[in-house]
Structure formats: structure tokens, C-alpha cells
């Protein structure tokens, strides 16, 4: 089932970033019995996101609401409740469900590092399955990074070992030397050698960098 679900995900440019088998505790709509988180696939995300009708007809919120019409449909189709890290209450935790996976970790600036994402771990939206699967963990690519320039990064120390200075960042932003990060995306993120194997096209990170600082 993991490679069916796999499958259709590929053809709206998403990919399962992983999952587990519920436990009690998860947090996880009644009747789960596992989860699958859907992210973007790269390469090739952003193009076909954009040429999609949410992003065409100028309304606001396009890529939630893009990510709401797939995934629902890909829910439906596989007798899933579909999860979403917007639109809340509720507010679901895809922080702990995400370290759940095995294949998302804690880094060491505390924003969630993916093995094959790196800090460009996104995460659009979640299948809540009646079947219980078991989808394979990873390992953290923190463990095979001995420099960790993420902690290094900030041009202005916002984000680091401490956590996230996010007014710091704001006023960063506002200064003409703030305009790399926004418009290539946050220079912690692009730092970690897992990222850069990423192939996250820079407009990506510029829509979000922007949709942040508005």
C-alpha cells in the first residue's frame, strides 16, 4: 500500500516523508491506526504547484489551499482522514508526529532536519490510514555532519544553538542585507549539506520567506 500511496503522491509532485504506526498518546484522529506525512517532491515541486488553478486564480492562501484539494482527494481514495498543519483548530502536533517518524529530527538550531529534505523539511498535510503500516525510519543527517554550519549561518545570530530570535529576524529582514534571505530563503536552511542535495527551487523559498515577513 506504502508504494500505491507513493505512487499517486508522485503524480501531484508530493512524496511521503515519512510515517509511523499509531500508538496511544499520537494525538491522531479517532479510528488511526497509522500515519503517512506528504510533503514536496523534488525536483520538480514548485513548477507544477504553480501551474495549478489555486495559484492561477490570484486568491489568497494558494498552496494551502492546493494542498487541501489534493491531499483530501488522495484521502478519499485510499479511505483516509486527511490531516492538515493549517486551518486549525484543531491544531494538530506535526512537530512530535514528524520526530515520530524516524526520518525527522530535532536539529541542532531546534527546527526539524529531514534525512533526504534537510532544513527544507515542508510538510503539506498527513494521511490518517485505517490500515496499520509500518514505513522504514532513517537516520539523522546531523550524525554525519561534523561541522553543523546551520549554527553558524545567521548573518544577524537569530537562529542558532539558543533557538529562534524571530523579531531579530523581522528587523534583519526589513535591512537591505536581510534581501539574500529573502529572496534564496533563511541562510540556516540553505547551509545544511542535506539541503543542498535538496533541489528546493530558490522561488519556493522566496514565496515562504515573504509570506513570514509580511
Known sequence: ???????????????ILGGFAAEPGDGLPEGTRSLLL??????????HLTAQP??????PDPVDRWSG???AALAEEFDAV???PFGGPPWWPFYSWALRTGRAFASPVRLIVHD??????????????????????GVSPCAECPSQPCLTACPTSALG?????????????????GTACLDRGCAVRRACPRSQGHARMEA???YHMRQFHR
Open 1 to 15: 500500500m506504502l508504494e500505491r500511496i507513493e505512487a499517486r503522491a508522485a503524480a501531484e509532485a508530493l512524496t
Open 38 to 47: 506528504l510533503g514536496p517532491r523534488e525536483p520538480g515541486f514548485w513548477p
Open 54 to 59: 489555486e495559484w492561477q486564480d490570484e486568491r
Open 69 to 71: 484539494r489534493v491531499i
Open 82 to 84: 486527511p490531516v492538515f
Open 116 to 137: 533526504t529534505a534537510g532544513l527544507f523539511f515542508s510538510c503539506r498535510g498527513a494521511l490518517a490510514l485505517r490500515e496499520r503500516l509500518e514505513p522504514p525510519a
Open 161 to 177: 544553538a539558543e533557538g529562534y530570535d524571530v523579531p531579530a529576524c523581522h528587523a534583519f529582514l526589513d535591512r537591505p542585507e
Open 204 to 206: 519556493q523559498s522566496a
